[in-house]
């Protein structure tokens, strides 16, 4: 069996209202995906990395690899117009059958080894496992021109790793490109696949505002 990370950073970071990216972003000293691209090259099953990128920043994250000393090994995989896109991208340089392939947020740097494990080794058993996590919010849904509450027990918080056998994924990326796609998930269900799931981890979250680098940061000195 052979494991593959897809890493996947195509973001723009239009959220945080900023120039740069948010994967490139400094946490606690070196730019958020170096702390993703290292978990996973540090967890058990050791998979190898393709880092998925937008073809306007390969060169400036080469360049940020060796003012950082960064020299973690991984492929850099062109991205697409869509995130579907730089996945399948990534997917399609995957030549061998026997694999185990995760995706997973360039922006979620706090992933703990002990869920990478379990993601991969649920999904030699169950195909397609996603890490969800409860809502612990109050929820409401848009009706027409008003809100309806909902019960939070129905709802569950999708994160990454998405981890899937490789021969699913690939058909699963066969298809052609729908809006209604929101995650690897999503598009493997869409091909005819049951997606199960493994309870996630809270501190595993994603960089989307600039509060949120505030947040990883005390996530990752406290996992230090």
């Not at 061998?96 to 992933?111: F, G, K, L, Q, Y």
């Not at 699963?172 to 995650?183: E, F, H, I």
């Not at 091909?191 to 990883?216: C, H, Q, R, W």
């Amino acid at each position: 069996m052979h494991y593959y990370a897809i890493i996947v950073a195509g973001g723009s970071g239009k959220r945080m209202h900023a120039d740069l990216p948010k994967q490139f972003h400094l946490l606690l000293g070196k730019p958020v995906m170096m702390h993703t691209i290292a978990a996973f090259y540090h967890s058990s099953f050791q998979p190898e990395i393709l880092l998925v990128l937008n073809t306007d920043y390969i060169s400036y994250w080469k360049d940020l690899c060796v003012q950082h000393n960064f020299f973690i090994p991984h492929t850099i995989i062109p991205g697409g117009a869509q995130r579907f896109d730089s996945v399948k991208n990534a997917v399609q340089v995957i030549t061998n059958e026997d694999s185990i392939i995760a995706v997973h947020d360039a922006v979620r740097p706090v992933i703990h080894e002990e869920l990478i494990a379990r993601c991969f080794e649920e999904a030699t058993q169950k195909e397609a496992v996603i890490p969800v996590i409860p809502s612990k919010d109050s929820l409401r849904k848009i009706s027409g021109s008003t809100t309806v509450s909902i019960s939070r027990d129905d709802i569950l918080i999708v994160q990454t790793p998405q981890v899937f056998k490789y021969r699913i994924l690939k058909k699963a990326y066969s298809q052609l490109y729908s809006p209604l796609y929101t995650d690897d998930a999503s598009v493997v269900e869409h091909a005819g696949y049951t997606i199960f799931t493994t309870p996630g981890d809270a501190s595993n979250i994603k960089i989307t505002y600039m509060e949120d680098l505030a947040v990883a940061s005390l996530f990752l000195s406290s996992k230090a």
